[in-house]
Nanobody, 114 residues
Framework: QVQLVESGGGLVQPGGSLRLSCAVS????????MGWYRQAPGKERELVAS???????YYSDSLKGRFTISSDNAKNMVYLQMNSLKPEDTAVYYC????????WGQGTQVTVST
């Protein structure tokens, strides 16, 4: 019954910003952590950011503080604010929820290009 639906992706110029949203079909308190992953063509899927039930956050060192993960428990929503976007940020971004197993959304495309 768990479903994750991402939205907010699109085409943006270098230096621009996007806010990705993940709508969760159940309470996010059901999960040990929520996260955002991304996968570029020809590359491995990588963890971008995560937030635990305790509120601690993790970010990939490569992001250099440009991304921020947040959640709204009342709305069952998880967000990824993406600033100062670079062409290398181009990827499909996936929402992830982890308990004893992992759940995945279908992904949303982010393209950073002129």
């Amino acid at each position: 019954q768990v479903q994750l639906v991402e939205s907010g992706g699109g085409l943006v110029q270098p230096g621009g910003s996007l806010r990705l949203s993940c709508a969760v079909s159940v309470s996010i308190f059901s999960f040990l952590s929520m996260g955002w992953y991304r996968q570029a063509p020809g590359k491995e899927r990588e963890l971008v950011a995560s937030i635990s039930v305790g509120g601690s956050t993790y970010y990939s060192d490569s992001l250099k503080g440009r991304f921020t993960i947040s959640s709204d428990n009342a709305k069952n929503m998880v967000y990824l604010q993406m600033n100062s976007l670079k062409p290398e940020d181009t990827a499909v971004y996936y929402c992830n929820a982890q308990t004893t197993i992992q759940y995945w959304g279908q992904g949303t495309q982010v393209t950073v290009s002129t």
